[in-house]
Nanobody, 120 residues
Framework: QVQLVESGGGSVQAGGSLRLSCAAS????????MGWFRQAPGKEREEVAK???????TYADSVKGRFTISRGSAKNTLYLQMNSLKPEDTAMYYC??????????????WGQGTQVTVSS
């Protein structure tokens, strides 16, 4: 059974930084894409960033230049470095696995989420 456990959320002031981590276990095939999503109260879940197995990264326009996604050397750990945080970044952040290696959109495993709150 696949488990994704996020950590690193918290409360910061605008302009601050946070680093989210996600540890994946129970997945026998590591040739997959991983990504971060977020959902703010009353809003739909949105894709924040993703990284394919070959290292190609994609970011939402709203976070480009501020957020950096990366994977650990063992490929089963995912990070999201968030700099220059804004109040509109406030949301629950989720780690997810796409069963394709090229981020084809088959997100089939999700973590429980970690809350990020940015105050102005």
């Amino acid at each position: 059974q696949v488990q994704l456990v996020e950590s690193g959320g918290g409360s910061v002031q605008a302009g601050g930084s946070l680093r989210l981590s996600c540890a994946a276990s129970g997945y026998t095939d590591r040739f997959y894409c991983m990504g971060w999503f977020r959902q703010a109260p009353g809003k739909e879940r949105e894709e924040v960033a993703k990284v394919a197995y070959n290292g190609v990264t994609t970011y939402a326009d709203s976070v480009k230049g501020r957020f950096t996604i990366s994977r650990g050397s063992a490929k089963n750990t995912l990070y999201l470095q968030m700099n220059s945080l804004k109040p509109e970044d406030t949301a629950m952040y989720y780690c997810a696995i796409d069963r394709t290696s090229w981020c084809g959109g088959s997100w089939n495993s999700w973590g429980q989420g970690t809350q990020v709150t940015v105050s102005s």
